[in-house]
């Protein structure tokens, strides 16, 4: 495909999958037979984040994308309740069953890895962990894992205790999907607007019996976590990965010249970066994706070369 055609409108459908005996779903693009690159969304998104980036790379590169919802988001299940409350934590480390319970459904031995956010850090464990596994990190916007401080560790502890012990809250339910979108654009983590917030927000309702949507993402999501990697160990774990990586940023995203941020950069032995125009999503605002997709087709393919 041209890098001229990347500005236009990409006719290829996602298609939906079933993995892991239908713990999770998942989107495809692509023909089957291509080599599989597995997208990985961040907290609270879904494989609808790469709704508009996916098709792109598949007419450039001659790819097949598949995108899964990592448990707890989207279509997947929901990890079981235990009594009035959570027993059971959300743990990073634990979404990399995910990745290798698709890889697995889905016959791969070594996989390419695109990522975005919270799903780079899921990558990153993975790649450091189990190198044979991963062939090539494709990075968006986040790069190692959240961490606490060692000394933090008790009041990190208090607070996951705390939090899992309140009942669990009813999903929001919201009269229509544009309310639904709105309260995203609000309530965002990240800045992130309503045209690129609209494929997440779509794929993470249901509609109720009385003609209202409510989200499908599982509330212990938002409890914070029991227990977190130090910054010593998320600096480790980056510098055994032995993938080559191709890092790309927002300018106005979450790493760029923070200190944490260049600590974790100067830790990969094969990093490239690319900053780019656009937000925490850039790949999937529709002003920026065009250019995220030219930069991996351009690395990638001259990687290829060399």
């Known amino acids: 495909m041209p890098h001229t055609e990347f500005k236009a409108a990409s006719s290829v459908a996602s298609q939906p999958l079933s993995l892991a005996q239908g713990r999770l779903a998942a989107l495809s693009w692509g023909r089957a037979g291509a080599p599989v690159w597995l997208a990985l969304h961040g907290w609270l998104d879904n494989a609808a984040s790469f709704s508009r980036l996916a098709p792109l790379l598949v007419e450039a590169l001659g790819i097949r994308i598949v995108a899964i919802d990592f448990r707890g988001h989207g279509h997947s299940a929901h990890l079981p309740q235990v009594g009035d409350y959570a027993l059971t934590d959300y743990a990073l480390w634990d979404y990399c069953h995910d990745v290798l319970d698709a890889m697995e459904d889905l016959g791969l031995d070594q996989v390419s890895v695109l990522a975005h956010s919270m799903g780079a850090a899921v990558a990153c464990l993975l790649a450091a962990a189990l190198p044979e596994r991963i062939e090539r990190l494709t990075l968006i916007d986040g790069l190692g894992a959240l961490n606490t401080p060692s000394e933090e560790t008790a009041s990190q502890l208090r607070k996951g205790l705390t939090a899992y012990r309140r009942p669990l809250s009813r999903p929001p339910r919201y009269p229509d999907i544009e309310s639904a979108v709105a309260a995203r654009v609000a309530g965002g983590v990240t ?58 940023e927002g300018e106005e995203g979450i790493l760029g010249e923070r200190a944490w941020a260049i600590q974790a950069r100067q830790a990969v032995k094969r990093l490239t970066r690319q900053v780019l125009k656009g937000g925490h999503h850039l790949h999937l605002e529709p002003n920026a994706v065009a250019q995220v997709a030219l930069v991996i087709d351009a690395y990638w393919v001259n990687a290829n070369k060399g």
């Open 191 to 248: 800045p992130i607007d309503s045209i690129t917030a609209t494929p997440l927000v779509e794929r993470n309702t249901q509609p109720t019996a009385d003609g209202h949507v409510q989200m499908r993402t599982d509330s212990r999501l938002l409890k914070p976590s029991l227990v977190r990697f130090t910054p010593e160990q998320v600096l480790s774990l980056l510098a055994n990965i032995n993938a080559p990586v191709l890092l790309i």
